[in-house]
T-cell receptor, first 111, second 119 residues
Framework: GENVEQHPSTLSVQEGDSAVIKCTYS??????FPWYKQELGKRPQLIID?????GEKKDQRIAVTLNKTAKHFSLHITETQPEDSAVYFC??????????FGKGTRLHILP | EAGVAQSPRYKIIEKRQSVAFWCNPI?????LYWYQQILGQGPKLLIQ????????DSQLPKDRFSAERLKGVDSTLKIQPAKLEDSAVYLC?????????????????FGPGTRLTVL
């Protein structure tokens, strides 16, 4: 069925270190993979997305990698800062523009 | 550009009562989504509209939930009667995606959500 698994559920890293969040998806036809950041009490906001025709995309301190063969994709945040603390959701597209979300990763940046 | 608007922002009702939520998507966005986000979980798609037609409502509990988008713009989501487990944030999102598979996906913009508490 349509499913997106996300790990870990909680992640704590020292300020300045890197954070990596991993996701897997079930449908080999999925071709769009957005990542959303949700701060407490706020709406999810897109931070980066990748389509299946590329393996990696970078935007300043944020990068996403995609392995279509293994049906894995990951979010990498380098030089983490306190404002990176939030819940991050990966998602994968399914037919008819449906987007299925993972359960989220709560990222804590430790001072 | 104005974002996705939702109202009300908060609603508290007793179980078995009815409630309705309203969403106004970004102008020109053909696709509208309603999600349920239970505390500590990711958004779960309830229903997806393309213009005024339903694309997917497989996860909508149709015995108590209904939604419409009559003119292909605003949408309402109704719960009747509400249960305790319906307590959640209800998020509306819209995108300019064309509704076909392939490389047509575009960013979904979320509204601020309606926090529903069922007592």
């Amino acid at each position: 069925g349509e499913n997106v698994e996300q790990h870990p559920s909680t992640l704590s890293v020292q300020e300045g270190d890197s954070a990596v969040i991993k996701c897997t998806y079930s449908d080999s036809a999925s071709n769009y993979f957005p990542w959303y950041k949700q701060e407490l009490g706020k709406r999810p906001q897109l931070i980066i997305d990748i389509r299946s025709n590329v393996g990696e995309k970078k935007d300043q301190r944020i990068a996403v990698t995609l392995n279509k063969t293994a049906k894995h994709f990951s979010l990498h945040i380098t030089e983490t800062q306190p404002e990176d603390s939030a819940v991050y959701f990966c998602a994968a597209s399914y037919r008819d523009d449906k987007i299925i979300f993972g359960k989220g990763t709560r990222l804590h940046i430790l001072p | 550009e104005a974002g996705v608007a939702q109202s009300p922002r908060y609603k508290i009702i007793e179980k078995r009562q009815s409630v309705a939520f309203w969403c106004n998507p970004i102008s020109g966005h053909a696709t509208l989504y309603w999600y349920q986000q239970i505390l500590g979980q990711g958004p779960k798609l309830l229903i997806q509209f393309q213009n005024n037609g339903v694309v997917d409502d497989s996860q909508l509990p149709k015995d108590r939930f209904s939604a419409e988008r009559l003119k292909g713009v605003d949408s309402t989501l109704k719960i009747q009667p509400a249960k305790l487990e319906d307590s959640a944030v209800y998020l509306c999102a819209s995108s300019s995606s064309s509704g076909t598979s392939g490389m047509s996906y575009n960013e979904q913009f979320f509204g601020p959500g309606t926090r529903l508490t069922v007592l």
